[in-house]
């Protein structure tokens, strides 16, 4: 791909492998996974380049066989966060003054470790650190992750190249984009190794320094993310990785003068409490800080009367319960035409009898645990609630075990009120709330789905009828940032649908496009005049 002078190698998505019984990648994998079972790790921070441990441990097990032991991690302090910012500030100025191409052709090369000696160890270390079958960490540790680092180096040519489309004679104007003044804060989640990748990395490709903060039950993957980024040649103090406690963490890098944006996917509550901390303090920073964040949702499938069946029930089930529905875009209320519903829910039911459940490493389970007893014991919470309701129908599922794992049944509810408990709030589990409305009310419904949640970060509508399609996508236009039809609502790709939404699900800055990269930079506009006047006058003073 030649644009100008730049020529960087034209990004294409990462093949995705199946892992079908009796294949080589199948029988790779598998001894990844009995390799990092058969010993116990000692996981680092990384400030500065170096490895650093501290006394204090936390600990990483699988949450689908929470007593294994897989490794300890080093928990740091207020001083280890400070060592962090002091230790990317002066990695800075070497690493924001090095050729772009040289910086690109590191993260180029971390794509190729981890498509070739890394593929299947990473897969490995994602699907016992966060419960992810084999498919769906493929999708996620290996490809999605090579899809952002790749098309990342695709987008950072063509921003560098977007020059000034005019230069009078005598004139050269031209713009430079320059990385922030000071210091990024990455903070990312414990569902996509891929995001955890691509938050700190897609900010110091512009050539920022960052520090970087996972959410503790990702820490298993996040190491081995960072042990790949050295290897690829990452200059010591660009990407710091920390694990501290959150509040100690913020309380040092949003009172550092030397803030200057942070990317972050996680919860709500969180970001907003983050955009609070930097207004207040806004008056101790260098420059205004970038704010960049992918926060909740609360997604939703709509499913008109015309209608496949059993695109609708397939749609619902992998919507809703791939990856337990821990992805900030999974299918979450589901509106149904009564016509259409005794159909859909035959076709479920077929399939939900079918589902297998347990650990990642009996590749026949398509159900695996939910991430912790925290989480555990908040989805059993609701299904509690919606037994004890008598205006709640539980059509399959219902049932919880964490004695071994943190199992939850994939549960559907049927509820009579569409403004339920769980038709608003925020599960991020394996549990579906459906609404049966009346197809004469279909105008009405789309009201009701606009209207109902505070987010709008995914949303679909599965129908034949292309009228009615065309007055959903409109209706429904600020609902969600990705929008589907005739599918799924999860499963953005980079490169085809850049992933981001609205209103309290996050700043829609589209995480996998160009967009996301130029909030890490800076411009500056210059005009070089090569004959500039040498008098003050101008002709109408004649």
Same mark, same amino acid.
């Given at each position: 791909?030649?644009?100008?002078?730049?020529?960087?190698?034209?990004?294409?998505?990462?093949?995705?492998?199946?892992?079908?019984?009796?294949?080589?990648?199948?029988?790779?994998?598998?001894?990844?996974?009995?390799?990092?079972?058969?010993?116990?790790?000692?996981?680092?921070?990384?400030?500065?380049?170096?490895?650093?441990?501290?006394?204090?441990?936390?600990?990483?097990?699988?949450?689908?066989?929470?007593?294994?032991?897989?490794?300890?991690?080093?928990?740091?302090?207020?001083?280890?966060?400070?060592?962090?910012?002091?230790?990317?500030?002066?990695?800075?100025?070497?690493?924001?003054?090095?050729?772009?191409?040289?910086?690109?052709?590191?993260?180029?090369?971390?794509?190729?470790?981890?498509?070739?000696?890394?593929?299947?160890?990473?897969?490995?270390?994602?699907?016992?650190?966060?419960?992810?079958?084999?498919?769906?960490?493929?999708?996620?540790?290996?490809?999605?992750?090579?899809?952002?680092?790749?098309?990342?180096?695709?987008?950072?040519?063509?921003?560098?190249?977007?020059?000034?489309?005019?230069?009078?004679?005598?004139?050269?104007?031209?713009?430079?984009?320059?990385?922030?003044?000071?210091?990024?804060?990455?903070?990312?989640?414990?569902?996509?190794?891929?995001?955890?990748?691509?938050?700190?990395?897609?900010?110091?490709?512009?050539?920022?320094?960052? $520090?970087?903060?996972? !959410? *503790?039950?990702? /820490?298993?993957?996040?190491?081995? +993310?960072?042990?790949? =980024?050295?290897?690829? &040649?990452?200059?010591?103090?660009?990407?710091?990785?920390?694990?501290?406690?959150?509040?100690?963490?913020?309380?040092?890098?949003?009172?550092?003068?030397?803030?200057?944006?942070?990317?972050?996917?996680?919860?709500?509550?969180?970001?907003?409490?983050?955009?609070?901390?930097?207004?207040?303090?806004?008056?101790?920073?260098?420059?205004?800080?970038?704010?960049?964040?992918?926060?909740?949702?609360?997604?939703?499938?709509? $499913?008109?009367?015309? !209608? *496949?069946?059993? /695109?609708?029930?397939?749609?619902? +089930?992998?919507?809703? =319960?791939?990856?337990? &529905?821990?992805?900030?875009?999974?299918?979450?209320?589901?509106?149904?035409?009564?016509?259409?519903?005794?159909?859909?829910?035959?076709?479920?039911?077929?399939?939900?009898?079918?589902?297998?459940?347990?650990?990642?490493?009996?590749?026949?389970?398509?159900?695996?645990?939910?991430?912790?007893?925290?989480?555990?014991?908040?989805?059993?919470?609701?299904?509690?609630?919606?037994?004890?309701?008598?205006?709640?129908?539980?059509?399959?599922?219902?049932?919880?075990?964490?004695?071994?794992?943190?199992?939850?049944?994939?549960?559907?509810?049927?509820?009579?009120?569409?403004?339920?408990?769980?038709?608003?709030?925020?599960?991020?589990?394996?549990?579906?709330?459906?609404?049966?409305?009346?197809?004469?009310?279909?105008?009405?419904?789309?009201?009701?789905?606009?209207?109902?949640?505070?987010?709008?970060?995914?949303?679909?509508?599965?129908?034949?009828?292309?009228?009615?399609?065309?007055?959903?996508?409109?209706?429904?236009?600020?609902?969600?940032?990705?929008?589907?039809?005739?599918?799924?609502?999860?499963?953005?790709?980079?490169?085809?649908?850049?992933?981001?939404?609205?209103?309290?699900?996050?700043?829609?800055?589209?995480?996998?496009?160009?967009?996301?990269?130029?909030?890490?930079?800076?411009?500056?506009?210059?005009?070089?005049?090569?004959?500039?006047?040498?008098?003050?006058?101008?002709?109408?003073?004649?």
């Amino acid at each position: 791909m030649l644009k100008g002078f730049f020529n960087v190698p034209t990004p294409t998505n990462e093949p995705i492998f199946g892992y079908a019984p009796g294949s080589k990648e199948r029988e790779l994998l598998k001894a990844a996974l009995e390799e990092a079972r058969s010993k116990t790790g000692d996981i680092p921070m990384y400030i500065g380049g170096k490895p650093v441990h501290t006394d204090k441990k936390g600990k990483v097990t699988p949450p689908h066989d929470h007593q294994h032991i897989l490794a300890h991690y080093s928990i740091g302090d207020k001083t280890h966060v400070q060592q962090a910012i002091d230790a990317a500030l002066a990695a800075k100025e070497k690493w924001e003054n090095l050729a772009w191409e040289q910086r690109a052709s590191i993260f180029l090369k971390v794509a190729d470790l981890i498509s070739g000696p890394y593929r299947y160890k990473l897969n490995a270390a994602t699907m016992l650190g966060q419960s992810k079958n084999a498919y769906q960490a493929e999708i996620d540790s290996v490809c999605e992750l090579i899809d952002f680092l790749r098309f990342n180096v695709s987008y950072l040519s063509e921003i560098y190249s977007q020059q000034p489309p005019v230069s009078p004679k005598g004139v050269w104007n031209r713009v430079e984009q320059r990385p922030l003044e000071g210091f990024v804060f990455a903070l990312t989640p414990f569902n996509f190794t891929a995001i955890a990748g691509n938050l700190p990395t897609s900010a110091a490709l512009m050539g920022n320094v960052v $520090v970087w903060k996972p !959410a *503790d039950t990702q /820490v298993y993957a996040a190491n081995l +993310l960072m042990e790949i =980024f050295i290897e690829a &040649g990452l200059p010591a103090g660009v990407i710091n990785l920390i694990y501290a406690d959150g509040p100690e963490t913020g309380d040092v890098i949003f009172n550092s003068p030397d803030f200057a944006g942070i990317h972050f996917t996680g919860s709500t509550p969180v970001f907003q409490h983050i955009w609070k901390t930097v207004g207040t303090n806004i008056h101790k920073y260098k420059t205004y800080p970038r704010i960049v964040g992918e926060t909740g949702g609360k997604d939703f499938i709509l $499913v008109h009367g015309s !209608a *496949d069946a059993e /695109v609708s029930s397939t749609a619902i +089930l992998r919507g809703a =319960f791939e990856y337990q &529905g821990q992805k900030c875009s999974a299918a979450s209320r589901v509106y149904i035409a009564k016509s259409i519903w005794p159909y859909v829910k035959e076709f479920m039911l077929r399939d939900l009898a079918t589902f297998k459940m347990g650990g990642t490493e009996d590749f026949s389970n398509f159900i695996n645990a939910v991430i912790d007893e925290k989480s555990f014991d908040k989805l059993a919470k609701y299904i509690d609630q919606a037994k004890s309701d008598p205006a709640v129908e539980i059509m399959a599922g219902g049932n919880y075990d964490k004695s071994k794992g943190y199992f939850v049944e994939p549960t559907v509810l049927i509820v009579q009120d569409p403004k339920y408990t769980t038709m608003c709030e925020e599960l991020f589990g394996p549990v579906v709330s459906i609404y049966l409305y009346e197809d004469e009310e279909f105008d009405q419904t789309l009201k009701l789905i606009d209207s109902t949640s505070i987010y709008a970060l995914t949303g679909a509508i599965i129908a034949q009828d292309r009228y009615i399609i065309d007055q959903a996508s409109y209706a429904l236009r600020n609902s969600a940032g990705n929008f589907y039809i005739n599918d799924k609502c999860t499963g953005a790709v980079v490169g085809q649908q850049p992933f981001g939404g609205a209103r309290g699900s996050g700043t829609n800055d589209k995480a996998g496009s160009m967009i996301n990269l130029l909030r890490w930079v800076s411009p500056r506009t210059i005009k070089e005049s090569f004959d500039p006047p040498k008098d003050y006058r101008y002709p109408f003073l004649g």
